[in-house]
Nanobody
Framework: QVQLVESGGGSVQAGGSLRLSCAVF????????MGWFRQAPGKEREGVAA????????YYADSVKGRFTISQDNAKNTVYLQIHNLKPEDTAMYYC????????????????WGQGTQVTVSS
């Protein structure tokens, strides 16, 4: 079993930055790969970044490359998503999710999900 707890969301102005955190509790095998997804109002959930806990290999959706950075602190069992130059279109609920391996952004491959943290960007 894996429990994920996100934090760090908020309301910011366009151009600002935020760092989201995801605290990971439980089975390390099931959380070998940690991902961040987001869901904007009226839109489907989309994957934005993922990282392997061992080795630190990262993956990014093309839409966020250059502005989003995923990182981790294994000593704290925490995964981060740093977002720079926030845009109104980044407004969404951001979720972290856990999977044994990364095979793409298919949500069904991620067996554990947090409750989400809201990011709202005003222009």
């Amino acid at each position: 079993q894996v429990q994920l707890v996100e934090s760090g969301g908020g309301s910011v102005q366009a151009g600002g930055s935020l760092r989201l955190s995801c605290a990971v509790f439980g089975d390390t095998y099931s959380s070998n790969c940690m991902g961040w997804f987001r869901q904007a109002p009226g839109k489907e959930r989309e994957g934005v970044a993922a990282i392997y806990s061992v080795g630190g290999t990262t993956y990014y959706a093309d839409s966020v490359k250059g502005r989003f950075t995923i990182s981790q602190d294994n000593a704290k069992n925490t995964v981060y998503l740093q977002i720079h130059n926030l845009k109104p279109e980044d407004t969404a609920m951001y979720y972290c999710a856990a999977a044994p391996i990364f095979v793409g952004w298919h949500q069904g491959d991620f067996g554990y999900w947090g409750q989400g943290t809201q990011v709202t960007v005003s222009s």
